[in-house]
């Protein structure tokens, strides 16, 4: 009974030390980010313009932004405005309900692709980026300002996520803090609540890199808007825990 009793205890012991610890989320910027990342960024192409497959465009795209020194895949969107529950990567990032396609400029620099006479024939000059918005955008085309929050989803677990976010929208005003449309952003993993990343302190133009780290690794993430704004994000990063 005692030597039962003995390994009994011994193999609770043991399949407790086994258990994943307590999620531990942490905000982290660009240079926290490992080499073996993975960033996604919107592309359109009207079915009328691009006389070429999808598996084409996205190779095509994927050599241009490559040769001017963007590690970025083109996650190709059915809509240049307000298309939601993107996927991109075969479900390695899946943008959900409550994020959108947005067509309007925003201070998120767009690159200048390295596009050919032949691309023209194609028609893939004329495939545009996008970005996302958790608000849909109106008529005026830019997105709302109500308070928001978006949940992502992965296809495996994660240790890193994050995404280039421009907190205003654009305006000609002098004032460079006008125009902001959120506060900041803060991340849900495993139940936990990071750190606000505070944008009071931006100003326009500035385009910060803002993710989420947890060692333990997550299969989705709630991105939540402080103060009353839109979520306008590009460059979707991830990093599978299995290469964290």
């Known amino acids: 009974m005692n030597i039962k009793l003995t390994h009994s205890v011994a193999l609770l012991l043991c399949t407790s030390m086994a258990l994943p610890a307590m999620a531990s989320p942490r ?5 926290d980010v490992k080499a073996t990342k993975t960033s996604y960024s919107l592309f359109y192409a009207a079915p009328g313009k691009v006389l070429l497959t999808t598996a084409t465009i996205q190779n095509q795209l994927k050599q241009k932004l490559t040769a001017i020194g963007l590690s970025t895949t083109p996650c190709l969107i059915a809509a240049d405005l307000n298309a939601n529950n993107i996927v991109c990567g075969n479900g390695a990032i899946r943008l959900g309900a409550d994020f959108f396609s947005f067509n309007s400029i925003t201070n998120i620099a767009k690159p200048n692709l390295p596009f050919t006479a032949a691309d023209k024939d194609s028609g893939l ?11 849909r955008a109106p008529v005026l085309g830019q997105p709302n300002e109500a308070v928001r929050m978006i949940k992502i989803r992965f296809n495996q677990r994660i240790a890193q996520f994050g995404l280039v976010v421009d907190p205003f929208i654009v305006s000609d005003s002098p004032d460079l803090t006008e125009g902001r449309v ?12 990071t750190a606000v990343r505070d ?12 993710g989420v780290e947890d060692p333990h690794g997550f299969t989705e993430v709630t991105v939540i808007s402080t103060g009353g704004g839109s979520i306008i994000g590009d460059q979707f990063t991830i990093v599978p825990l299995t290469n964290f």
């Open 27 to 31: 905000l982290i910027g660009n240079a």
């Open 125 to 135: 000059d004329s495939v545009s980026l996008e970005f996302g918005v958790n608000g």
């Open 199 to 210: 944008f009071t302190q931006e100003i326009r133009g500035n385009i910060p890199f803002v």
């Open 182 to 193: 959120s506060d900041g952003l803060q991340f849900i993993v495993n139940g936990q609540a």
